[in-house]
């Protein structure tokens, strides 16, 4: 028996239909809000990941699915969309293609990672990108987007949290700051933010290390050395906030585990997640457009991991089943009438089944009942001679006979009631 990969699911029935309601609301969102589809390989150049996601994160570092292809190209797995959807923006000029270089995107990435409940080595995002504008009211607009995600879904108890890491020029000042402030307890932290405060300091707030935990806490704020502009921003975001009545509150250990980010970072928590409690993350990243060889443009985003959305969904989820007829031949005379009937109802666009095996009466009836048939209908017999066919509500188990050429119009009605 060869089985799936540690990390890897597959989504069968009885789930797959949450997946598609998670999808559906995602997509009809996105379109709401004036953004556009974009699909993007889930094999890339592995530079595109190692200079965009960045050298220093874990994902660079340990967890990419990476190797060289048979023509010597080194490639890699996609374990984000972000540098993906920034490279197709560039190499396909989508700024001035598109009327707004709004777009989303759905589909797997790889990381390999311990997984456990809510992470996985293979998962999904829906990830969501505005490149060129860099107005509070677009990081507003994306938040409210991811907002409006969490609760279209009906998942209750979700936490926005936001915060700003500064740009490239008050950034430094902070690292600065937060190097100094760590000092001689820097030699009492895990190895991991040893080596972090050489690479990128900031990542030390990533550090789940309970030991290392105390002295964190003690640290200072980026918020709090924001330059004139950034603070600026920051305080727009949320003005915008307040005014689409979101609620949010910051958090100052949000630098996010990406290199890219600039000024807006933020995340919506779920409860009911565990450890994995991130639904969704994202920020304004306006260096890494020029970085990965495009023009000076502004990018910000977010992605949601789709398990975890799934995984959040409330029990009473409207997950639509499709109201199904079911069409019973009696008898061998019935069956070259039921196909037909079966077919013609399917050409009127409804859900019909049947068993193509002949069978007998109870065995089909059985299985109408477990396909949750909405309505059955007998063929056969006496009905057949009179010009009928029986019709049976499923629900009230009610039955009765109708005229042959109504039964597509009376399946329609019952299965719309
Ligand atoms: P991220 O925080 O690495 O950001 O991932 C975003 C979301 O993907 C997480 O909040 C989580 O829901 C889901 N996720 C991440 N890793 C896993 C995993 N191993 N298993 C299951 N779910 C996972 C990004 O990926 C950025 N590209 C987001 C972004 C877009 N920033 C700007 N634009």
Redesign the pocket.
């Known amino acids: 028996m060869i089985t799936a990969l540690r990390g890897t699911h597959d989504i069968l029935p009885g789930e797959v239909e949450k997946w598609q309601h998670v999808e559906r609301i995602a997509r009809q969102l996105c379109e709401q809000y004036g953004y556009v589809e974009v699909r993007t390989p889930v094999i890339e150049r592995e530079e595109l990941f190692s200079k965009g996601t960045g050298e220093t994160t874990d994902i660079v570092q340990k967890e990419m699915y990476s190797f060289t292809d048979k023509g010597g190209d080194r490639v890699t797995l996609r374990p ?3 540098p993906s959807m920034v490279r197709a923006y560039v190499e396909h000029n989508l700024e001035n293609v598109l009327p707004a270089a709004k777009l989303f995107s759905m589909g797997p990435m790889f ?1 390999y ?1 311990r997984p456990q409940k ?4 293979q ?1 999904h ?1 829906l ?1 969501v ?1 505005v490149f060129g504008m860099q107005d509070p009211a677009v990081d507003a607009e994306v938040i409210d987007l991811a907002w409006s995600l969490i609760a279209d879904l009906g998942i209750a108890q979700a936490e926005l949290v936001i915060n700003s890491v500064g740009c490239k020029d008050c950034r430094p000042m902070f690292q600065e700051a937060l190097l100094k402030a760590l000092g001689d307890d820097l030699g009492k932290l895990c190895q991991d933010c040893q080596r972090r405060a050489k690479t990128n300091p900031l990542r030390i707030y990533d550090c789940k290390v309970p030991a290392d935990q105390p002295i964190i806490d003690r640290l200072p704020h980026s918020v709090d050395y924001l330059d004139e502009k950034c603070a600026a921003h920051f305080a727009g975001v949320q003005g915008h906030l307040n005014t689409f009545g979101i609620p949010w509150r910051i958090s100052h250990r949000l630098v ?3 290199d890219y980010y600039t000024r807006t970072t933020f ?1 919506v928590l779920g409860q009911t997640l565990g450890a ?1 409690n ?6 304004r ?1 306006d260096g890494l457009v020029e970085k990965l060889g495009g023009p000076d443009r502004t990018g ?6 789709l ?2 959305l799934v995984l959040a969904l409330p029990e009473s989820a409207p997950i639509a089943a499709p109201r199904r007829a079911f069409v019973v031949a009696i008898g061998e005379e019935g069956r070259a009438e039921a196909l037909k009937l079966l077919v013609e109802l399917r050409r009127a666009g409804l859900a019909a089944q049947m068993e193509l095996e002949a069978r007998g009466l109870r065995a089909q009836m059985k299985r109408a009942d477990r396909l949750g048939a909405r309505v059955t209908l007998l063929v056969g017999g006496d009905e057949l001679a009179r010009g009928e066919v029986t019709l049976r509500d499923m629900t009230s188990g009610a039955q009765r006979a109708v005229v042959r050429s109504e039964i597509v119009q009376a399946v329609r009605e019952v299965v719309s009631s």
């Open positions: 984000e969309a972000t990381r990672e809510g992470r996985y080595r998962f995002q990830d990108e996010r585990g990406l995340e994995q991130a639904l969704l993350g994202g920020g990243y910000i985003g977010f992605a949601a991991g398990e975890r």
